[in-house]
Each structure stands twice: as C-alpha cells, then as structure tokens.
C-alpha cells in the first residue's frame, strides 16, 4: 500500500497539469515498513526524454539528488511518479520496460484536456528478468 498525505498527492496531480501535454515526472521520499511506503515529500523532476510528449525518463543526476536529499532526511526513494496526457492510468509496456526499482511504487496520473483525471499506483515486484506491476491501493492520509 502506498500512503501519501492530501497536499503531496495534490502536488503530483498538479505536476501533470503544468507539464501538459507532456508527461511529467519525479521521486517518492519516504519510508517503508510493513510493506507500507509512506511518502513524506515529492521531489518534481525535468522530463529528460527527447520525446517528452510521448515518455519520460528522469535524469540520472537529478535521481543522485534525491537520493542524497532523502539521506539527508532519514529517508528512502520509496517510488515514482509520472502522467499520461491524454491517456489512461495504466501503464505502459514502455513503463515496465524502463522500471527497475523493485518494490518501489509507480504512480501513474491520467491527464485529460490538461485536468488530471485518475491517479492510480503500481509496485513493480520480482527480479529484473520477470519483473512485473501490481496494482497497489493510494491511501490518502
């Protein structure tokens, strides 16, 4: 289960809304325990892929600085996020394709006509080679 308090959830669907029609993307800091990520903060990204409007891909060098935040703050990358203009909240085979945090939530928000629209979870399990998603219920707290 992911949990994630009202102003960062609002914050990603916000994320997708100023970066249509391009996909949008950014980190989860948080904590795991029980097999709950809980995130605490966001940290909102640059979409680096040259076809921003079709993928995205995160920066390896904005990843070391989230990661160095997140030690900084006694915390972990317990996810990601990213939007779909136009486009369901399912991913893609793209999406699993360039995922390779196991255990981490994928957070997907369907933007339509530049309003976010859905906003679903998914935590990619398994080893590399038969990696896949599950989805994973958002609870707001």
């Known amino acids: 289960m992911l949990k994630i308090n009202q102003a960062n959830y609002d914050l990603i669907r916000e994320h997708g809304e100023r970066g249509y029609p391009q996909e949008c993307c950014g980190i989860l800091l948080g904590s795991l325990a029980n097999n ?18 079709r993928h995205y891909s995160l920066d390896s060098l ?18 990601f996020y990213h939007s779909h203009p136009d486009h369901p909240a399912q991913y ?5 394709a360039w995922a390779h945090w196991p255990n981490c939530s ?11 629209f859905e ?12 990696k ?10």
């Not at 906003?119 to 038969?130: A, D, I, V, Y």
């Open 106 to 116: 994928y957070v997907i928000t369907s933007v339509q006509e530049g309003r976010a």
């Open 92 to 96: 893609s085979e793209t999406d699993l």
């Open 62 to 79: 904005e990843v070391i600085r989230a990661q160095r935040l997140a030690r900084d703050q006694g915390l972990d990358i317990v996810g």
């Open 36 to 53: 709950y990520r809980t995130v605490r903060s966001i940290y909102p990204c640059n979409n680096a892929h040259p076809e921003p409007s």
């Open 132 to 141: 896949m998603f599950s989805d994973e219920e958002i609870e707001i707290i």
């Open 119 to 130: 906003t679903k979870s998914f935590l990619l399990q398994g080893p590399e080679e038969s």
